[in-house]
């Protein structure tokens, strides 16, 4: 009994303490907690830093551990995390960060006009000014158009019975919808140049422009006096002059005027549109600018694709002096001319339309007739190209050999030069043989484009500089006409820097309709000063003052003029500054820009497209370096050691009469701050856009503007990838992601100056017509590369299943080339001339040659033997590779090293019949290159008329250069391994039409206004990791696959090159 007292006692404490004890673990696990999340804020750290402080961040967790959750990630209470987006939660409120605060919009006010377009102002007010790096006030001011027609009289075209005032763009066809052409200059003849419509069905955007295009208003067509032109190809065309007659579109009688219609169908919503091609609706206009106001109206493009609207012609009296023609099927005609309530039975013609099968063939043959006016159009076209020659000599100065002067307008000429305006056309005009003429027309704003001065540096890299360029890109593709365009590009040449007018130029030229097929002239000849040795132009310009034009010698450019074989990489340092390889980066730009509007910027695949071409660079670099007993790239990851490759360009600029910067050996990047660039980041900058890249592929997904995850799909994740990382207007988050590539290229390029302390540009390394002459960008790239295959070794392996085809093998795989033994490829040294005439600015005409030493080949032949063993033909796509066998220290490359050097030489389509089929394929057809004739030739004579050497000539420009298709080999025979597959194509077609005219090389450079002409991913089969068991390229190999190794002998000797049939290796621009 006193035993069981004693026990209870001793229990009853043992409880006790126990329940403190859980109470003081439970009170310590909170205070733990407490502090944890405090230390996750920047009051309870005390941290509030000015501008950027890699230093001034909380780290939630242990910088090890593993981040399982983005409320993990460490955070920063620097000022910069408010542009980087990666600030604390109570960031703002500690530092004192406030945003601004703006009232709400005060409401519109009156229309400034009582009759025709004018504007509506409204306003707010600031609350609460930003403090401390906070939120910039808006905008506080808006302005809109409106119309009023409370005071509207009738106007210049009473005569026509018309009294409104608002003018729409002509709806038909496609090809003429632009919109920043006004009509001020036709409105004194419009009266002269209408035909009366009524409205018998408008849609609910006419009723929203305004109340009188409505069902039964009375309209007036004027119509563009470049229709002219349409009216002599069409088989059921009819025409008629003079007063009186019917004027209902049914053909006329008597004399009278004809309606031109136009029918098609609208391929964005499928309605039938039948209207009148090349003509403006309208009413009348009381003055010139209100008609320009209304056709920048934001209406007009709304009005076109959502009208199901029909017009018939009913007042001959308006047609009097205007010819016009028919262009709809006679049985469309009868129901136009044979049912009064046209208004009530559209749907019934709608579908007769699209039922009638000779209507669609007309339609087919009409805009057949219509590329064939643009071709002849073409030649007229081609007046613009003289633009580019000599770009510092003023635009008045006859161009080109044939001697064409611009016929300009006197307010066309700078200030400085406009009070000796005659005296100046007079003295040019002595030694012009022929003139273009040039119209004067209402400028658009050019104040932005106008920023960087006729001096500076441009480069693409750089922001600043990308924007003023888009905005001049967007000026010129919106001009109307090719009148127009012609007109603001004469003006602006004489005003703006040089590089960027022919950069924006040539982006245009390249994207708009009226002018996409003409020939680009090679930027060697329009900057030659960016490709040749410095030295060579005084000597050009002595010859050229001193000899005639038929008696100069071209200048030889030694091809050891930048340094010499003591330094190791000076090895390939032919290939580097070969001018096809740089010329190619120049124009896989143009035709792939970074910033202009959205329809020129946004192509298909084109991220996929950035990340495939410059990892094909690398791997062509990679195997010429082991060519020349040289190791890979190694990355460029560690931003702040010491860069032991130097390079000295030799180079002068010619337009800023300065030489292009150097780089010692040893240099050390720094962070740029150059106030005068608008650059202002760090290096650390760059490391966290870096990791932020790396985090989004090792998660799956990316952040998008508005906070949303983004999955990186097996299928489109390179795409996004390869947007963001060239920081094109297409990336989904400049703000997280940032700049990394461009300003990359600019970090690397002022490292001799970053702070712009010496007044120095950027080097070679800051533009892309000269990047790829400098051996760091290799190092650079090959560190770009690495964040893509990081992406691609998290995407699943190629099953057997995904590389076979079934019932196709491939039997044997050769190569040959004329008189030699089989599968042994030859190489060379060529000596080939060009014309700098272009680019020597204030000297005599004629060709001014200098002659340059460049790699070449001797062309081979693919010889494939496949079986195709189904019981039907089968379509396939020959897909070539050839990559180097052996490593620098002469081992075996395994399949995971091979397949990153592997290199596209050639991709096309075949069809199999059952049994054996031997496929035969030149060299010179290759999909990624262009040839010589094309990168070095004269676009203005020789050209073919017809057959094979027209189709050679008639590329745009995009490519490789074909005489650096095959890497240089060695002296002794430099082994590779030959890759061929057949892929099904079934898994490879891309359903469009196929192209015509000017070619691009497919699959560097994709087709233009096209998909890319390939559905699998590019670098199929070598963009991922092996299956399992796969350690070198033979065990890769499945049924429908080969391999074999070539050799590939380098002859250390010049070989004459051998020109293409009549074309030169010159290019003497007119």
């Known amino acids: 009994m006193s035993i069981t007292k004693i026990i209870v006692p001793v229990q009853m404490d043992i409880l006790r303490m126990l329940i403190q004890l859980k109470l003081k673990i439970i009170l310590v696990a909170l205070m733990f907690y407490m502090d944890t999340a405090l230390a996750g804020s920047c009051s309870a750290a005390k941290l509030c830093c000015q501008g950027r402080d890699s230093g001034c961040v909380i780290q939630k967790e242990s910088p090890n551990a593993i981040i399982e959750s983005p409320r993990d990630k460490p955070c920063y209470c620097d000022h910069a995390c408010l542009k980087l987006a990666d600030c604390c939660d109570d960031f703002k409120e500690t530092c004192g960060v406030v945003d601004c605060i703006v009232s709400e919009w005060s409401e519109w006010s009156a229309c400034n006009t009582r009759c025709g377009s004018g504007t509506q102002k409204r306003s707010r007010s600031v609350q609460i000014s930003e403090k401390n790096g906070g939120k910039h006030c808006p905008r506080l001011d808006q302005i809109r158009s409106c119309r009023s027609f409370q005071s509207c009289h009738s106007g210049i075209l009473r005569p026509l019975l018309h009294d409104r005032s608002v003018t729409l763009l002509s709806f038909l066809p496609d090809d003429y919808n632009d919109t920043e052409v006004g009509i001020g200059n036709e409105i004194p003849r419009m009266s002269q140049r209408c035909v009366a419509f009524t409205i018998v069905r408008a849609s609910r955007a006419c009723k929203r422009i305004s109340s009188f295009l409505v069902e039964g208003t009375r309209i007036c067509v004027e119509r563009h006096e470049d229709d002219e032109e349409d009216e002599d190809e069409d088989e059921e065309s009819e025409e008629g002059k003079g007063g009186g007659g019917d004027g209902d579109g049914g053909g006329g009688g008597g004399g009278g005027s004809s309606s031109s219609s136009s029918s098609r169908r609208d391929g964005r919503r499928g309605n039938l549109l039948v209207g009148i091609g090349r003509w403006k609706l309208s009413t009348s206009v009381d003055g010139g600018s209100a008609a320009r106001t209304a056709m920048n109206s934001s209406c007009h493009g709304k009005w076109i694709g959502d009208s199901r609207l029909l017009i018939d012609c009913d007042d001959p009296s308006c047609g009097e002096t205007t010819t016009t023609r028919l262009r709809v099927s006679r049985r469309l005609r009868r129901s136009l001319e044979t049912r009064d309530d046209l208004n009530e039975d559209y749907d019934d013609m709608e579908d007769d339309f699209r039922r009638t099968k000779p209507v669609r063939e007309r339609f087919r043959r009409w805009r057949r007739s219509r590329r064939r006016k643009r071709s002849r159009r073409r030649r007229n076209n081609s007046g613009i190209l003289y633009l580019f020659d000599r770009p510092a000599e003023p635009v008045y100065v006859p161009k080109g050999d044939k001697r064409v002067a611009f016929d300009i307008p006197p307010d066309y000429l700078p200030d400085q030069y406009r009070p000796a305006a005659v005296d100046i056309f007079n003295r040019f005009g002595e030694t012009t043989d022929s003139k273009i003429s040039v119209k004067q027309i209402s400028l658009p704003d050019l104040s932005i484009p106008m920023q960087l001065g006729r001096r500076d540096p441009f480069s693409l890299f750089i922001p600043a500089h990308r924007k003023v360029a888009a905005r001049l890109i967007d000026i010129f593709m919106g001009m109307r006409t090719y009148e127009d365009f012609l007109s603001v590009a004469v003006y602006c040449r004489d005003r703006m820097n040089p590089n960027m007018f022919i950069y924006a130029l040539s982006v245009a030229i390249l994207h708009r309709p009226d002018t996409k097929n003409l020939p680009i002239p090679p930027l060697h000849e329009v900057f030659p000063d960016k490709y040749i040795d410095g030295g060579i132009f005084s000597r050009a310009r002595e010859e050229a003052n001193i000899s005639s034009a038929g008696q100069r010698i071209p200048i030889e450019i030694p091809r050891d003029y930048t340094a010499s074989d003591l330094d190791e990489e000076h090895r390939v340092a032919y290939w580097r500054e070969d001018i096809g390889v740089n010329l190619h980066h120049w124009h896989w730009h143009l035709v792939y820009p970074f910033e202009a509007d959205v329809r020129i910027v946004n192509k298909d695949r084109r991220g996929e497209l950035f990340y495939y071409m410059h990892q094909q660079i690398q791997a062509r670099y990679n195997c010429e370096r082991l060519c020349n007993r040289l190791g890979r790239v190694t990355r460029l990851i560690n931003w702040r050691e010491p860069i032991p490759e130097g390079y000295f360009p030799k180079l002068d600029s010619l337009t800023a009469s300065r030489t292009w910067p150097a780089r010692p050996s040893g240099a050390v990047l720094h962070d740029i701050n150059r106030q005068a660039d608008q650059l202002d980041f760090d290096i650390q900058d760059l490391e966290r856009w870096r990791d932020r890249i790396y985090e989004a592929i090792h998660t799956g997904s990316i952040t998008n503007i508005k906070g949303e995850r983004v999955p990186l799909t097996e299928k489109s994740g390179i795409d996004v990838l390869g947007n963001i990382m060239e920081s094109s207007i297409l990336t989904p988050n400049l703000n997280l992601y940032g700049d990394l590539h461009n300003l990359g290229h600019v970090l690397i390029s002022y490292v001799h100056d970053p702070d712009n302390r010496y007044l120095e540009t950027f080097s070679v390394m800051g533009e892309p017509a000269t990047a790829m002459r400098d051996p760091i960008f290799y190092r650079f790239h090959a560190f770009c590369d690495d964040i893509f295959q990081e992406h691609k070794n998290t995407l699943p392996e190629y099953s057997v299943q995904q590389l076979d085809f079934p019932g196709v093998e491939i039997a044997d795989i050769r190569v040959t080339t004329a008189n030699?033994?089989?599968?042994?490829?030859?190489?060379?040294?060529?000596?080939?001339?060009?014309?700098?005439?272009?680019?020597?600015?204030?000297?005599?005409?004629?060709?001014?040659?200098?002659?340059?030493?460049?790699?070449?080949?001797?062309?081979?032949?693919?010889?494939?033997?496949?079986?195709?063993?189904?019981?039907?033909?089968?379509?396939?796509?020959?897909?070539?590779?050839?990559?180097?066998?052996?490593?620098?220290?002469?081992?075996?490359?395994?399949?995971?090293?091979?397949?990153?050097?592997?290199?596209?030489?050639?991709?096309?389509?075949?069809?199999?019949?059952?049994?054996?089929?031997?496929?035969?394929?030149?060299?010179?057809?290759?999909?990624?290159?262009?040839?010589?004739?094309?990168?070095?030739?004269?676009?203005?004579e020789n050209r073919p008329i017809s057959g094979d050497s027209l189709e050679q000539f008639n590329f745009c420009g995009c490519g490789w250069p074909q005489h650096l298709l095959i890497p240089k080999g060695s002296k002794a025979g430099f082994p590779m391994d030959l890759f061929i597959m057949i892929s099904d194509y079934t898994g490879d077609a891309v359903e469009q039409e196929e192209s015509s005219g000017c070619k691009d090389a497919a699959s560097f450079c994709g087709l233009r206004d096209r998909k890319y002409p390939d559905a699998r991913p590019m670098g199929y089969p070598f963009d991922r990791r092996p299956r399992a068991g796969v350690d070198n390229l033979t065990q890769f190999l499945t049924g429908n696959m080969a391999v074999t190794t070539i050799t590939i002998n380098f002859t250390d000797s010049v070989v004459p090159r051998t020109r293409s049939g009549s074309m030169s290796n010159t290019l003497n621009f007119a």
């Not at 042994?824 to 600015?841: A, C, E, P, V």
């Not at 019981?871 to 091979?898: C, H, Y």
């Open 820 to 940: 030699q033994p089989p599968n042994n490829l030859y190489t060379f040294w060529n000596k080939s001339d060009i014309d700098l005439s272009r680019g020597l600015d204030f000297t005599p005409r004629g060709p001014v040659l200098v002659r340059f030493t460049h790699l070449n080949h001797t062309d081979f032949t693919y010889i494939v033997v496949a079986n195709n063993r189904n019981n039907s033909p089968k379509r396939g796509t020959v897909r070539i590779f050839m990559a180097p066998r052996v490593d620098e220290r002469g081992l075996p490359f395994t399949f995971r090293q091979q397949k990153n050097l592997m290199m596209e030489m050639d991709k096309f389509s075949v069809m199999l019949n059952p049994g054996q089929n031997t496929i035969q394929r030149s060299s010179t057809e290759s999909s990624l290159t262009i040839p010589f004739e094309r990168t070095f030739r004269n676009v203005d």
